[in-house]
């Protein structure tokens, strides 16, 4: 029986496939301020910015290639259950080949329609742009992205499955962006929690702290696995 390695990541773990972090820009989104791009109020106010500015996203994402770190954590499945929490919008996990991803802020790569939250489209690389006039199966639709003063549909069941860690990793993430990092305190006790971050911020005692980057970190992370083993 394989434990079960569940792992967190942040934008730190796209940073080596060439996307930017969130607050390493100055709190800026690609020179936009997040509030205009990512929050409920900002979307009402002007669809047409939001959706230029993930068209801009989608366009960077399928220009970029998984990295290192990302498949590490695919080699990882060969000796654990391996599951992904991401807080990333990106789909370089399941570019990797990762199996078990679970996305709480949303996917780049999919709209869903205005009026039913339940009809959820994948956009294909050659219709990457949307715009508020854009209809598909006769419903307007919007980014597939939980925006800042919305609800986190899949926090509840990210929940479950770090209560269920043997192991848990947090990779690349500030941690200051709610529920997101309170997953943490959904770990049963006793459970090893590694925290993989150049610049970490504060953690509880007891968590093993990796001060690299995404790949250097996770190679760091193999072996101290291995030597518990
Ligand atoms: N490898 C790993 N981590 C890195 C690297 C790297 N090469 N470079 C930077 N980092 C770390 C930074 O030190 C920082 O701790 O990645 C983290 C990025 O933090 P944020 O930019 O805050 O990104 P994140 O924590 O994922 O943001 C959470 O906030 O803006 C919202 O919805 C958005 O999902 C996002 C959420």
Redesign the pocket.
């Given at each position: 029986m394989k434990k079960k390695l569940v792992i967190s990541t942040?934008?730190?773990?796209s940073?080596?496939s060439g996307i930017s972090?969130?607050?390493?820009a100055g709190g800026l989104w690609e020179n936009y301020p997040?509030m205009d791009v990512?929050s409920a109020d900002g979307f009402a106010r002007n669809p047409s910015l939001v959706h230029k500015f993930y068209n801009e996203r989608r366009h960077q994402l399928v220009s970029v290639e998984p990295n290192a770190g990302h498949r590490a954590l695919v080699d990882l499945e060969k000796d654990y259950d391996v599951y992904v929490i991401t807080?990333?919008v990106d789909d370089l996990h399941e570019r990797a080949g990762s199996k078990n991803v679970l996305h709480l802020?949303g996917e780049l790569m999919k709209v869903r329609a205005i009026d039913d939250d339940s009809k959820v489209y994948q956009l294909e690389p050659g219709e990457l742009d949307t715009t508020p006039d854009t209809v598909i199966d006769g419903h307007h639709v919007r980014p597939h992205i939980v925006f800042f003063q919305e609800a986190v549909p899949n926090f509840e069941p990210a929940t479950q499955i770090a209560h269920e860690a043997d192991i848990f990793v947090i990779?690349?993430?500030?941690?200051?962006?709610y529920p997101?990092a309170a997953l943490l305190q959904y770990v049963k006790p006793g459970t090893p929690i590694y925290y993989?971050?150049?610049?970490?911020?504060a953690v509880p005692p007891g968590v093993t702290v990796i001060p690299l980057?995404?790949s250097a970190?996770i190679e760091r992370l193999k072996e101290l696995l291995k030597a518990q083993d």
């Open positions: 942040g934008a730190g773990m940073v080596e972090t969130f607050r390493d997040v990512c807080q990333n802020h990779i690349g993430t500030s941690l200051v962006v997101a993989i971050d150049p610049k970490p911020a980057g995404a970190g």
